[in-house]
Every structure is written in structure tokens, then in C-alpha cells.
């Protein structure tokens, strides 16, 4: 049934427009507009922020590189210069003669039982010590994760710090 009453049916569109004052406006094209170009110029901000970081990172590996390559060569240079002095040369020769004296010396010492049973214990507490501090380490790293904290509550009070290491590994070279 169709209602032809002009005033009826405008009392209807302002009940409508009533209502809809209550819900959500729907955003005009403007806006949309606006929201679109603020998403855009944030996403551009983002991606220039990455974009940045990564040159700096890669700028300082590549600092990094350098030094260690001028760090090997002036090792270089430095052991050239103790290699080329004679005084130092012979001083050497008289340091090897009792050298193999101490050698000899220490060579019978090892032999004895209990050196060998304290060397033997040794490496059986590096071993442990080594697996030990494998295992802290995931452990620490799964509750830095979870709290993003550097440090936890030991059980007589105290606060225990941690570190966690990061390491930029060698490049691949291309060839």
C-alpha cells in the first residue's frame, strides 16, 4: 500500500534522519578521502623510516668491514716490526733453549696421576659448564621475549640482570 500524504512521508524522512543522528553517520567522500591520504602518508612515513634504518645499518657493517680489514693490516704491520728486529731475534733463540727446558719440565709433571685425574675433571666441568650456559641462554631469551624485561626476581629477593647479544654475521660475498 502506498502512501500518497506528502506530510506523512516527510515526517517519516525526519524520523529517519532522527535515528540516524543516533547511529553511525555514515563518512562522506571527503573524509574518506582525508582518511585515505593520512593512511597513505603514514605508510610512506613508515616505509621511509625502514628504508632509512637499513642504510644505516648497512652503512655501519660496512664501517665495520672496513675497520676490521685496516684492524688486520696494521696487525700486520705491527708483527712485521717485531719480526724485523734483530736484538728481539736473538733474545728469542736464548727464550727457546729454556723453553724446552720448561717444556720438558711440565711434560713430566702432566704425566703424574694427579695432574691427569684434575685435567680430566676439568674438562668434564668446562662440558657441563658449556651446556649449562647453552640452556640459561634459551631460557633467558624465552622470558625476555615474554617480558621484555632484562632482569628477574630471584627467590630471596633480589634482582638478577641479563644481557642479550645480537651479532651481524659476515656477508656472502657474490662473485
Known sequence: MANDDPQLEQGEEQEALEAGDEQEQLESGEDLANKALDETEESDQLAETLTSLQNLIERRANQLEEIKDNLKSTRTMLRDVFDNDGDLSEAQEEMKAHSIKVKERKSQLSSNPEAMSLKVKINELREEQK??????????????????????????????EFSIKARIKPRKKSK
Not at 135 to 157: I, P
Open 131 to 160: 651446556e649449562l650456559e647453552e640452556t640459561l641462554s634459551n631460557h633467558l631469551v624465552n622470558y625476555h621475549s615474554m617480558t621484555n624485561s632484562n632482569s628477574f626476581d630471584t627467590s630471596d629477593g633480589d634482582q638478577w
